[in-house]
């Protein structure tokens, strides 16, 4: 993208981040009301849950885009995003289910942090403003695209086996 062979990988994971949320916001409907049994207003809760999480993981962020090695922050913290739908899959107590979409929510927001921060730090200042565009974009197209395919991989696998997938 800029030269460096870096910023595609973390653009390519933010993009991946990104379709897992478009995916996980069709799908957390569906576990509210088939697996949780909260129904539709258990949906707030579980977005309400990421959210916790997310400010949680606020005081950490910082350290790990300061680690030497942010890429292992960036992996640990995308395991922490995508992780918590596989446990979802076996979730049947609603308390335990906003506990794991709160670790969702803290890695979803530290991947994140530390991926921007990795950015602006190997992109040339004169071409932040065009790569920052172009992931925006791209990260926008992942969530509708992650919103596309769920629907789709629940009627072909069923909602377990796609929250595993």
Do not use: K
Request: glycine share 14%.
């Amino acid at each position: 993208m800029s030269g460096s062979p870096g910023v595609g990988v973390i653009v390519l994971l933010i993009c991946g981040a990104a379709f897992v949320y478009g995916e996980e916001i069709v799908l957390l409907a569906l576990v509210s009301d088939e697996l949780l049994g909260i129904g539709s207003e258990g949906v707030g809760f579980l977005l309400a849950a990421i959210g916790v999480g997310g400010i949680l993981a606020a005081g950490i962020t910082s350290r790990l885009a300061e680690h030497p090695r942010p890429g292992q922050g960036i992996a640990l913290a995308t395991v922490a995003l995508g992780a918590p739908l596989v446990a979802l899959a076996w979730t049947r107590v609603p308390v335990v289910a906003y506990i794991i979409m709160a670790v969702s929510g803290a890695g979803g927001i530290a991947s994140e942090v530390v991926a921007i921060t990795m950015l602006q730090r190997l992109v040339p200042e004169n071409f932040l403003a065009r790569v920052f565009g172009l992931l925006s974009s791209l990260a926008v197209a992942g969530m509708i695209a992650g919103s596309l395919v769920a629907p789709a991989l629940v009627t072909v696998f069923g909602l377990e086996t796609t929250l595993i997938v």
